[in-house]
Every structure is written in structure tokens, then in C-alpha cells.
């Protein structure tokens, strides 16, 4: 079996077992040197693939799938700086928890650090951002070709383990690159004949759910028994199964639970949106709870974080699937790394349940509350960044996702929003590092992944950072609805003591672009509306579901006016917050 042979059956190799595994939908950038890789992802009769001029991009499109399919969406480069631009995405993978597996081209070991052209040091590139870096050998009938397949069983068990996130595999190839048929009768591939034959992978790892310490459960369900005021917060969660048993378990001990956006019980009817009561300084200041039991990740909004430094309650316990550390104000008393839906399930019944006012808060606030909301909504107003994501959160259904772009709407969203939907809603959010790159591109991988349609709010300068990624709308098999929050500037800026310093806000902060969306809606060829009024948005919307295109919906709005309605509204909300917490 000659070289060109060798590297064609290799790169086969890879590509099959992935394949057997499940992880068969490939993002591939063109190049030269991951040649024999993409051709054997091309060829593949069950293969999924889609191609990606930018590599940045093909890494959140990959995060997108990923967060939407819980597998990594495999990403395919050439050598040299190619796989460097999947950083921004690796990190975010990495911080959040995403399966993602990296199969980048290089040189031959003949060819590093001697000035060749396109040639860098890539393995390691990733540092602690990756779980596992590997890099294969040189094709060659020398090297044992079930220690090939079984450096991929092993990567993608790295990738989908206890704690996911990025695997990066370095996949050196001499030349020649042209393909070939290899001949499957040689020695060489006698060990692995009954796997050839065969249709499942070589060896397969099973990650089983994280049991506690059997001394956790009756010591949880004492604490809990014992509570004066529990309260419970659902952060960041990466299954409907967790966000189900929090929320049954909130509900049947009828216990107050602060529902984050990225939990999945945000949108949750029969779950008051705490985040309202949180408006006031006054509500932490009287509802002081003696145990607090947060379950998964982070928050969006810093409200909880400031309250519970405040109560310094006798138990603040973190229920979290992964052993990573988590506690920025290094106050958490007991960290339980466990399933937080086993968790949830095994608390059930500990206690009677709360009497119906332990919120403090009665019903009303939350209905006047939410018609404050509802009054910037009125059909004849301009349209808003707070009504447009109000009127989003309504108009979206179990049939399609919701993507949020990080800065003023993923807060929006997570304050505003109307709770009409059913149980957990899947919403996508790129919070692990909370940056506002890729968003566009993430939102598609998203969209893909979920095969449903999806609702994309995004601010003017996420939008412009990720601008290229709108080539790849044309070719998403189910549409994408881009709404775009046009304040012509970094409008969470405005919110900020910076805003006063005139001399240097615009120009430093703000940096006002004056791009047209309109012409980038034109240039790749996706519909473009731009309403004026709420009623008119709200009509752009329900035609873009409609006609189930791609489409962009520009809001165009100032910064100066949108941080009026912000604090005019607060300041309502915090008004009637008050007037019952004095009852």
C-alpha cells in the first residue's frame, strides 16, 4: 500500500468512526492540507456536512449545533493560522459546557519550526480551554490502525463526558494529498477486518448520571425540613429533564424559585418572574431567606448575586452537574457535584409546603407589574427594545427556538419577557463567556441543530461583528429571523457612570457605526423590514413565520430614549414593588 493510499484510508478511518459514533454532521473550511479529511467527510454516504469560508464562524455555527443537539458538530481546517481563529469559539464551548471536537490539518513533523511556509505550532494552540490535545502520527503502515480509531473513540468521550467541551486533534499529512481508492485486502488492515465489516464504532464510553454521596440526600432534605424561608434559583441548565424537576419540585413544596432565561423556566406561566420582584432594593431587604439551593450555572442579571451577599444566608448550596468551581463571591457552603434533576426528584416531599404569600410579594404586583411591561407594548408606540422583546417572547412557540445576543437583549429578554409558555423552553445564549462574537453564526448552528426555526435578537455592533455569517442563510434549511436593535452604537454603554464623560463617551464607547443594514440584507440576498410602530413589528414577525424565510427586521431606535423607557419603567416597577411590600 503506497503513501497516497495510506493517508486516503486514514483520513477514511476518522471520518467512519465518528460516523458509527454519532457525531457525523461536519463543519469544513476549504484547504489544501485537510484535503484527504474532506474528502472522505464528502464522500461519506452518512455523512452531514456544511461548508464555512471563515473559520471563526464554522466555530460558533459548531457551539450552535452543539447547544442545541448536546453533540459536537465535528470541525474540519487546514494548517496554519486556519484553526487559531476557532479560538473565540473554543473558549465559549469550554466555559459553557459544549461538546466540541476539532480536527485541524498540519505539517509534518519535518516541517515544524523551520520557517515552511504555513506552518505553526499548533498543538496545545487551545491551552485550558480544551479538555484533551492529541496529536495523531503521520499516516503509516507502521502505526497499528486501531490505535487510530481508538484516539477518536476516545476524543469524543472527552468531548460529551462529565464536563464537556472542545477536544482538539493536530492530524499531520504529508504529501501527496490527491484521494484514492485503497486497496482493503493489504495485512495492514487484518486486525480491523471485523470492524471494516462491521457497522458500529470500536469501543463506545457511556457517562452515567452523577450520583452524590449517599450522606447528601438526608442531609438536603433536613436542611430543607428545617428552613425557615427557603428559596430556590435556576441558572444556566443543559437539559429539559433538569429544568422540569426543578420546576415540579419548586411547585410542589411551593417554594420560590428565581428562574434565570437560560434555564429553561423563564417562559414557565405558572412561575411569578422573580426578576420584576428583584427591581427593588426593598424586596431583598425584607425577604430574607435562611436557605438558598441554586441549581446549575450563572445568572444573567446581578440582582440575585447582590441579594444573597446581603441575607448571608446560614445554607447557600450550589447543586451542579460538573466539578468545576463555581462561587464568585465565595460565600456557597456546600457544592453537591450531582445531577441537579436527581437532586430535585429526591427532595421532593421534604417538607410541607409554603404558605402561598413566603414571597412576600402578593399576586397583584406581578399582574400590575406586567401590565406596566404590557403599556410599552401599546400597538401605536414606536417600537422598542423593551416591546420588541416582550412581543417576541409572545409570539414564540414550542415549534421554533429563541437566540439572544449577549449585552441590553439577553437582559431584556430576561426582565421583560412574558411567561405564556408551557414548562421548559429551549433558549440559546453564548453566556459561558459572555462575549458578543459569532453571535450570527451561533444562532444558525442553533437553528440547524433544533431544525426548527429561530428568533435571533441582536444588537447593531453584534450584528456588524459577525456580518459574514450571513452567507450562510442562504443555504440553512430552516430560516433564521434576525431582529436587529439599532441604536447606532454599544448601547449598554449608555446604562453605564461613563456616559457622563462627554468628551470621550461617542468616540470611545458608543463608536457609532452608521452601517446600513437595509444593504447587508441586500448584499446576501434575505428579506429586509424595517416597522416603525409596535403593531407593525409584531406584523413583520408573524409574516416572517408565515412565509418561514429568512429575514432581517431592523428596530431602529436611539441610544438616549432607550435608557429613558428602561428607567422610567424601573422606576414604576420599583414604585409598585413598594407600595406592597408596605401592606
Known amino acids: 500500500m503506497n503513501n497516497r493510499e495510506i493517508t486516503s484510508l486514514w483520513s477514511q478511518v476518522i471520518i467512519e468512526e465518528l460516523v458509527r459514533l454519532g457525531a457525523g454532521f461536519f463543519c469544513i473550511s476549504p484547504g489544501s492540507r485537510s484535503t484527504p479529511l474532506t474528502v472522505a467527510a464528502a464522500r461519506?454516504?452518512?455523512?452531514?456536512?456544511?461548508?464555512?469560508p471563515d473559520e471563526r464562524s464554522a466555530g460558533f455555527f459548531a457551539l450552535g449545533h452543539a447547544r442545541a443537539t448536546g453533540k459536537p458538530a465535528v470541525l474540519v481546517c487546514t494548517s496554519g493560522t486556519a484553526p487559531a481563529n476557532y479560538y473565540p469559539a473554543v473558549v465559549e464551548a469550554s466555559m459553557d459546557g459544549q461538546p466540541m471536537l476539532i480536527l485541524s490539518a498540519?505539517?509534518?513533523?519535518?516541517?515544524?519550526?523551520?520557517?515552511?511556509n504555513q506552518t505553526i505550532q499548533q498543538f496545545g494552540m487551545f491551552g485550558t480551554y480544551s479538555r484533551w490535545n492529541f496529536r495523531l502520527p503521520e499516516p503509516s503502515s507502521d502505526i497499528p490502525l486501531r490505535s487510530v480509531i481508538t484516539s477518536i473513540d476516545h476524543a469524543l468521550s472527552v468531548a460529551t463526558g462529565s464536563m464537556p467541551g472542545p477536544v482538539h486533534l493536530n492530524v499531520p499529512f504529508r504529501e501527496p494529498f490527491e484521494p484514492v481508492m485503497p486497496e482493503l485486502h493489504d495485512p495492514w488492515l487484518a486486525p480491523v477486518a471485523e470492524w471494516i465489516d462491521g457497522s458500529g464504532p470500536l469501543s463506545r464510553s457511556v457517562q452515567p448520571e452523577r450520583v452524590p454521596d449517599p450522606g447528601i440526600i438526608p442531609l438536603l432534605r433536613n436542611i430543607l425540613a428545617a428552613s425557615r424561608q427557603p428559596f430556590f434559583i435556576a441558572g444556566r441548565l443543559q437539559s429539559d429533564t433538569d429544568a422540569l424537576a426543578i420546576g415540579n419540585l419548586a411547585r410542589s413544596l411551593n417554594i420560590p424559585l428565581y428562574a434565570d432565561l437560560s434555564s429553561g423556566l423563564r417562559f414557565d406561566a405558572s412561575l411569578n418572574p422573580l426578576q420584576l420582584a428583584f427591581q427593588s432594593s426593598l424586596f431583598p431587604e425584607k425577604f430574607r431567606p435562611d436557605t438558598v439551593i441554586h441549581f446549575g450555572g450563572p445568572l444573567i442579571a446581578r440582582h440575585p448575586a447582590a441579594a444573597i451577599r446581603q441575607w448571608n444566608p446560614e445554607n447557600f448550596i450550589v447543586v451542579k452537574a460538573h466539578s468545576n468551581r463555581f462561587g464568585p463571591d465565595h460565600n456557597v457552603t456546600l457544592s453537591i457535584e450531582a445531577s441537579p434533576a436527581l437532586i430535585a426528584r429526591a427532595l421532593e416531599g421534604c417538607r410541607k409546603p409554603l404558605q402561598a404569600q413566603s414571597i412576600l410579594l402578593p399576586e397583584t404586583f406581578f399582574r400590575q407589574a406586567e401590565k406596566c411591561i404590557e403599556d410599552c407594548c401599546n400597538p401605536d408606540n414606536p417600537v422598542s427594545e423593551i416591546a420588541a422583546s416582550r412581543i417576541v417572547s409572545k409570539l414564540i412557540t414550542r415549534e421554533e427556538g429563541l437566540f439572544l445576543s449577549n449585552s441590553m437583549p439577553v437582559r431584556d429578554m430576561d426582565l421583560y419577557a412574558s411567561a405564556s409558555q408551557p414548562a421548559c423552553f429551549m433558549t440559546g445564549t453564548n453566556r459561558g463567556a459572555s462575549g458578543i462574537d459569532g453571535i450570527i453564526s451561533t444562532a444558525a448552528g442553533f437553528a440547524s441543530g433544533l431544525r426548527k426555526p429561530?428568533?435571533?435578537?441582536?444588537?447593531?455592533?453584534?450584528?456588524?461583528?459577525?456580518?459574514?455569517?450571513?452567507?450562510l442563510l442562504q443555504s440553512l434549511r430552516v430560516p433564521l429571523r434576525i431582529v436587529v436593535l439599532n441604536n447606532n452604537g454599544g448601547g449598554i454603554f449608555s446604562f453605564l457612570p461613563v456616559v457622563s464623560e462627554k468628551d470621550i463617551f461617542e468616540t470611545?464607547?458608543?463608536?457609532?457605526?452608521?452601517y446600513s443594514i437595509r444593504d447587508a440584507a441586500a448584499t446576501f440576498g434575505i428579506a429586509y423590514c424595517m416597522p416603525v410602530t409596535n403593531r407593525e413589528f409584531e406584523t413583520a414577525c408573524r409574516i416572517a413565520e408565515e412565509n418561514a424565510t429568512t429575514t432581517i427586521?431592523?428596530?431602529?431606535?436611539?441610544r438616549e430614549e432607550n435608557v429613558r423607557q428602561h428607567r422610567a419603567l424601573q422606576s414604576e416597577i420599583t414604585a409598585l414593588a413598594a407600595s406592597a411590600l408596605s401592606l
Open 44 to 52: 461519506h454516504p452518512e455523512a452531514a456536512w456544511k461548508i464555512f
Open 106 to 116: 498540519d505539517r509534518p513533523f519535518e516541517l515544524l519550526e523551520t520557517g515552511a
Open 454 to 471: 429561530v428568533t435571533l435578537l441582536i444588537g447593531d455592533i453584534a450584528f456588524l461583528h459577525d456580518l459574514n455569517a450571513l452567507c
Open 508 to 514: 470611545h464607547f458608543a463608536t457609532p457605526q452608521n
Open 553 to 558: 427586521i431592523e428596530v431602529k431606535g436611539s
